[in-house]
C-alpha cells in the first residue's frame, strides 16, 4: 500500500513562492508515476505537473509552466513542486499522487492514479 504526505501549503501573498513536498512510502521509482493535482472550490481537481518514475522526465499545465517546477529524491522517497510567482488563481487544495505505470510514464488525469495523499491548502491573497 502505497502512502503519501503532502506538507508545505499556507498563505502567501501574490508573487510569492511555497515548496510542497509529498513524502511516499517505500517503492520503486522506475514504476511509478506521480502527480501533483490541485482542486478550487467549486472547480474539478486539475493535474497541473507530473514526473516519469523510469526517467524523470517532468510535464506541466500551461498555466503553471515556467512558474512551477516538480522534482523528486528518490533517497528521501520524497517529490516536491516549488511553486514561484504565485498568483491568486493557484488558491487551492494541492494533492500529490501516484500509481504503477507502464515504465513509469506519468499523466496529467487524476482517474489514472490509485494512491492519493490528504491535501495540501495553499491560498495566494493580499
Known amino acids: 500500500q502505497v502512502q503519501l504526505v503532502e506538507s508545505g501549503g499556507g498563505l502567501v501573498q501574490p508573487g510569492e513562492s511555497l515548496r510542497l513536498s509529498c513524502a511516499a512510502s517505500?517503492?520503486?521509482?522506475?514504476?511509478?508515476?506521480i502527480g501533483w493535482f490541485r482542486q478550487a472550490p467549486g472547480k474539478e481537481r486539475e493535474g497541473i505537473s507530473c514526473i516519469n518514475g523510469s526517467d524523470g522526465r517532468s510535464y506541466y499545465v500551461d498555466s503553471v509552466k515556467g512558474r512551477f517546477t516538480i522534482s523528486r529524491d528518490n533517497a528521501k522517497n520524497t517529490v516536491y513542486l516549488q511553486m514561484n510567482s504565485l498568483k491568486p488563481e493557484d488558491t487551492a487544495v494541492y494533492y500529490c499522487?501516484?500509481?504503477?505505470?507502464?515504465?513509469?510514464?506519468?499523466?496529467?488525469?487524476?482517474?489514472?492514479?490509485?494512491?492519493w495523499g490528504q491535501g495540501t491548502q495553499v491560498t495566494v491573497s493580499s
Open positions: 517505500q517503492f520503486s521509482w522506475d514504476y511509478y508515476a
Open positions: 499522487a501516484a500509481d504503477v505505470r507502464p515504465f513509469g510514464l506519468c499523466v496529467l488525469t487524476a482517474g489514472e492514479y490509485d494512491y
